[in-house]
């Protein structure tokens, strides 16, 4: 930005002087945007304004439609995008009657151009200034700066509308974080993204699109215009974009027209449930999307696009889970990749650290990673300082993505850690409390284009100020070095199979009286109820079948649905009215009658061979439905480590493999339960230079047999891809990469340390007592 804009944009935010004391600082945005903009309109329309109005009195009596007007009125603009067929502009507004007739003034701008205002609320700040007295002065402050292409280019323009968005920004930090994203943070991925295109940076009449589904104010897409105009003025750069927030939207569309953009690309709703750039695909996407945010309000939207479409929609990947919906952002921009045999495209992506590593094998998270490493789409990713943003001070990355990889890219992933490239603000603006100068971008930039490896080297950065509040250690920790590194991998490296390990079930049953009597209660959720009703007014009921009395509770019930509520508040009414019903009391007891006829059959020995129990049931004649053994079964059985395994099938035509829990025994093939609660998982790296299975075999005879000799591996949890044992999962652990190992003190330092402490604690236990 040269002196000359900035002092522009200083002298037009000094119409705050005029605001102070009647407006809130953070409303004073709200009311210089607007008027800048529609200061700088008037001035471009100035030169077509007389064309444009005798068009509109001719076309008047033509009895036309709006957009039929409107289409007629812009071939008089010569060329512009808006028009006015006010008679008025702000030298012609009077004093007297200037609210009504300022608002008349703005309802004369073709569609597009008025839409702006009315998100901005326009209107009603204007009524604001009305009654505060300020509106008369403020429009004459504004008259008086002359902002017409004659005394300021389009460009130049955009660079002052720029910093007045910067300086609104700064003025509403407490909501800044929702609708702007930092300059240097801006800086940094324009120039990741921008960087590789040599014709978009050298030859003249060369066309690209940009685009950013999460558009705020427009600062990324002015940022990509901007940084190519730098380098290559020629070049013809043509912006989309989409914004959720009416406000942000209107910035943006403003900040566009200003630019000679066409500010019908600029769309205003939510771009996840409602793409309204569908058809289009883009040279450049830009995007910082809101951090952490749930899609639980339109989750049914893109979840039928999932499920109807699949890979043909955009979130044939996968979907996160509904808490984060970042990386549905991601896969809304990789579906808007223009395709590689027509150039190919490139995206940068701000997002936390949770779609790096959040999610194991097989979840939405991890099948998004997958897609996109495995398509090779990634090409880097860069780890910011903290504390970089208006509203929040987490870890956060920018993603560089791109389906025009140069050769010596493909495959591979960069990882740069600019962790400590920044500088302390020395006033902090919300959350943001640090600062990436040209100098920390170009290194990463610098490293990004080479695509060098640098083992953390160490930075020429001053050591943070401590503060000298409260008691201060004698021997303070000693900062860790200031480093930036950068390290490369292949995209495999990130991935991994998951196997499940098993181990046999083992397990004894008894026909005990105690175990028998839990059967006068239903399983969860309503055992602990029944328990409690039982002992509270089951006292006259008899385990006689004659029981007039047994499960009869109506009498009972206003205290039955009090203490529920109280106590018991997870049942559902559904579940009490089931309670309430005798027919589920007798349903219990009979089970628990029948489990006692088992028991004279059988006894109260224990045994701890469960491959017993159906021929010992079988052979006592009593008869039980599936229900009723499932229960009973349940009941009177527990998991012991010294019983025998259980078996779950013998086979008779299969070789035994006991790595897939085939064992030979007794010169049969025989397969065990698993335990459930013994279930392990293990993640195996992938190799695609060695076979799945050879991987696991070698990885389980290593890692799991030496410590379990009963366990194997569980072959029928398969990837839903692959089809192989094991489910695929990828995360990308960067913090775990660039780990510098910190030494402990030496013992005797602690020791020495620990003696000083000791011997000051006993001089003032002394002085207490003396």
Sequence with gaps: MTQTTNNMAAYIWSLADLLRGDFKQSQYGRIILPF??????????????????????EIQKMNLSEEAEEKLLLRATNGLSFFNISQMDLSKLGESDIKDNLESYIQGFSKDAREIFEYFNFSEFIGQLNDANLLYMVV????????????????????????????????????????????????????????????????????RTIYDPTAGTGGFLSSGMEYVHELNPRAVMRAFGQELNPESYAICKGDMLIKGQDVTNIKLGNTLSGDQLYADKFDYMLSNPPFGVDWKKIEDVVKDENTLKGYDGRFGPGLPRVSDG?????????SKLRDASEGGARIGIILNGSPLFTGGAGSGESEIRRYILEAD???????????????????????????????????????????????????????????????????????????????????????????????????PAIEAPK????????????????????????????????????LRFAPKPLNAVMKWIY?????????????????????????????????????????????????????????????????????????????????????????????????????VSWKNPNA???????????????????FKVDGKVIEYKPDSDLRDHENIALDPSKSVND????????????????????????????????????????NRHFYVYQPPRDLVEIDADLDKVSAKIMELLREVHS
């Design 36 to 57: 800048t903009l529609l200061r700088r309109l008037e001035g471009v329309l100035e030169q077509s304004k007389l064309t444009v109005l005798a068009k509109h009195k």
């Design 535 to 635: 002992e509270e007014f089951g006292q006259n009921w008899s385990d006689d079948n004659g029981c007039e009395f047994y499960g009869i509770l109506t009498e009972h019930e206003d205290c039955i649905r009090k203490t529920i509520k109280s106590n018991f508040s997870k049942l559902k009414e559904k579940q009490i009215k089931t309670l309430l019903d005798k027919k589920l009391w007798l349903t219990q007891k009979q089970f628990m009658l029948k489990a006692k006829d088992l028991q004279q059959a059988i006894g109260t020995d224990q045994f701890d061979d469960m491959n017993l129990y159906n021929d010992i049931i079988k052979a006592t004649g009593v008869q039980m439905d599936a229900k009723e053994k499932k229960q009973i079964t349940t009941a």
């Design 483 to 518: 480093t930036f590194g950068s390290k490369i991998f292949n995209y495999y490296e990130f991935g991994y199979r998951r196997i499940t390990i098993e181990r046999p079930l083992r397990e004894s049953f008894q026909f005990s009286n105690e175990r028998i009597s839990t």
């Design 377 to 475: 789409l990634l090409e880097t990713i860069v780890a910011l300082p903290t504390d970089m943003f208006y509203n929040t001070g987490i870890a956060t990355y920018v993603w560089i993505l791109s389906n025009k990889k140069s050769k010596k890219r493909k495959g591979k992933v960069q990882l740069i850690n600019g962790v400590n490239l920044y500088g302390k603000m020395r006033k902090s603006l919300g959350s943001k409390r640090k600062v990436m100068d040209d100098k920390d971008i170009a290194t990463i930039t610098r490293c990004f284009g080479n695509f060098e490896i640098i083992d953390s080297r160490k930075l020429d950065k001053p050591i943070e100020q401590k503060t000298n509040r409260g008691r201060q250690s004698e021997n």
């Design 644 to 662: 025998e395994k259980v078996i779950k099938k013998v086979h008779k035509k299969t070789k035994p493999d006991p790595v897939y829990g085939l």
């Design 695 to 734: 991987l696991n075999e070698a990885y389980f005879a290593k890692e799991v047999l030496p410590h379990v000799l009963e366990a194997w591996i569980d072959a029928n949890k398969k990837d839903a891809q692959d089809g192989e044992i094991g489910i695929v999962g990828y995360e990308i652990p960067f």
């Design 326 to 334: 970042s990386l549905l952002f991601l896969l809304h921009l990789i």
């Design 140 to 207: 004459q402050k504004v008259r008086k700066t002359d902002l017409s292409p004659k005394a300021i280019s389009n460009h130049e323009m955009g660079l002052v509308f720029e910093e007045l968005i910067r300086r609104f920004a700064e003025s509403s930090n407490e909501t800044a974080g929702e609708h702007f994203t930092p300059r240097d943070i801006v800086r940094l991925t324009t120039s990741l993204v921008f960087m590789e295109d040599d014709d978009a940076l050298t030859k003249p009449g060369i066309i």
